[in-house]
């Protein structure tokens, strides 16, 4: 039988909340001499921002989530708001304005979607930003990020951690349950194959929960082990292949 596994306000505790949290505090409770950012990536569909979400509630962080069409002043205005500041007009006052909100409030900030940044050669601004204020900055993106940052030495010189996102456990699966199969055990057996059909996807995990609580009210099941689900379908990401 599967026990159900605490959540942290309504969200599951998996691996990558922890990692994600420990991150951050990391560069929070850096001593002075060390560099303040930390860096989280990983493949679409890991969790990444949902924890980041969670943490940065936890943390009383900033929290902004980057644009393919920000320029270096929409990133400004979109940390300015963020902070509940009028923005000024200039890029470089909007900076001092930002910089000053870090270093006085102390609190940390954390930028997901980081690669539209480095996509959109705004690199060196978070830079700035981060050694005019010394503040404790998470950044958040895909696989291929380290290796982007790679090409800007003196950003690169300034992470303090690099944390690769995990993929989803059987463990992780089985505190998802109760938020998208509620009403429904799932056995251990399907949620093994589950996990192993999701390829690391906390996301697909997700999706297929629900396919399965969607399945057990309509066939009024309590609970669902793989033998019962037998040949029904489950979510793998693919396209399905045109029947003709």
């Known amino acids: 039988m599967n026990v ?8 599951a505790d998996i691996v ?5 949290d ?4 990391r560069a929070i409770s850096r001593t002075t001499n060390l560099p303040g950012m930390v860096c989280m990536y990983g493949p679409s569909g890991f969790g990444k921002s949902v924890a980041a979400t969670h943490v940065a509630n936890r ?17 400004l205005k979109a940390i300015l708001d963020e902070m ?12 001092d304005q930002a910089a000053e909100e870090l270093a006085k409030s102390g609190r940390p900030l954390i930028i997901d979607e980081m ?12 830079r700035d930003l981060y ?40 463990e992780d699966a089985k505190k998802l349950t109760p938020l998208y199969a509620p ?20 996301r697909r995990v997700a999706v297929n929960m629900e396919m399965i609580q969607e399945e057990a009210n309509a066939t009024g099941w309590l609970v669902v082990d793989l033998a019962a689900w037998g040949k029904r379908e489950l979510y793998t990401g693919e396209a399905p292949k045109r029947r003709i």
């Open 4 to 11: 159900v596994k605490p959540m942290v306000n309504g969200i």
């Open 16 to 20: 990558n909340l922890s990692l994600c």
């Open 22 to 25: 420990v991150a951050l505090e």
């Open 59 to 75: 943390r009383r962080a900033y929290y902004v989530q980057a644009k393919s069409v920000w320029t270096k002043k929409a990133t």
């Open 84 to 95: 509940g500041i009028r923005p000024l007009l200039t890029i470089p006052e909007m900076l």
């Open 115 to 126: 690669d539209h940044l480095v996509d959109k050669k705004a690199v060196e601004l978070i």
């Open 131 to 170: 050694e005019a204020s010394q503040a404790a900055i998470l950044l958040i993106g895909e696989e291929q990020l380290p290796n982007k940052l790679k090409k800007y030495e003196r950003f690169h010189g300034r992470i303090l951690a690099w944390v690769p996102a995990q993929p989803v456990t059987l």
């Open 183 to 202: 009403f429904v055990e799932i056995a251990d057996d399907l949620l093994h194959h589950v996990v192993k059909l999701s390829a690391g996807s906390v």
